[in-house]
Nanobody
Framework: QVQLVESGGGLVQPGGSLRLSCAGSGVTFRSYAVGWFRQAPGKEREFVAAITWTSTSTYYADSVKGRFTISRDNAQNTVYLQMNSLKPEDTAIYYC???????????????????WGKGTTVTVSS
């Protein structure tokens, strides 16, 4: 079993930065691919970024490429999402998810993930 807890959300002005954290627990967390998803008000949950358990591969949605960076520290059982140049359209609840299969993770199928956190809210507004 894997438990995921997100943190780091908040209110930030357009153009600002935030770093989200996803702390994992459970003896097998380190063998899972981890991804970030987001859900804006009135919209479906969408894929944002993902990283393999070895950190050898990352994958991003086109909407965040060049602005967001995903990384992980397996010694700390934590995955990070550095978000720069934030825009109002980045406003959403951000969730982390874990899945054993990289192929499943990068397909971004919400219903296919093995585990989910409860989310952290990011608001980009002046």
């Amino acid at each position: 079993q894997v438990q995921l807890v997100e943190s780091g959300g908040g209110l930030v002005q357009p153009g600002g930065s935030l770093r989200l954290s996803c702390a994992g627990s459970g003896v097998t967390f380190r063998s899972y691919a981890v991804g970030w998803f987001r859900q804006a008000p009135g919209k479906e949950r969408e894929f944002v970024a993902a990283i393999t358990w070895t950190s050898t591969s990352t994958y991003y949605a086109d909407s965040v490429k060049g602005r967001f960076t995903i990384s992980r520290d397996n010694a700390q059982n934590t995955v990070y999402l550095q978000m720069n140049s934030l825009k109002p359209e980045d406003t959403a609840i951000y969730y982390c998810a874990a899945d054993k299969l990289w192929a499943t993770m990068i397909r971004g199928t919400v219903g296919g993930m093995d585990f989910w956190g409860k989310g952290t809210t990011v608001t980009v507004s002046s």
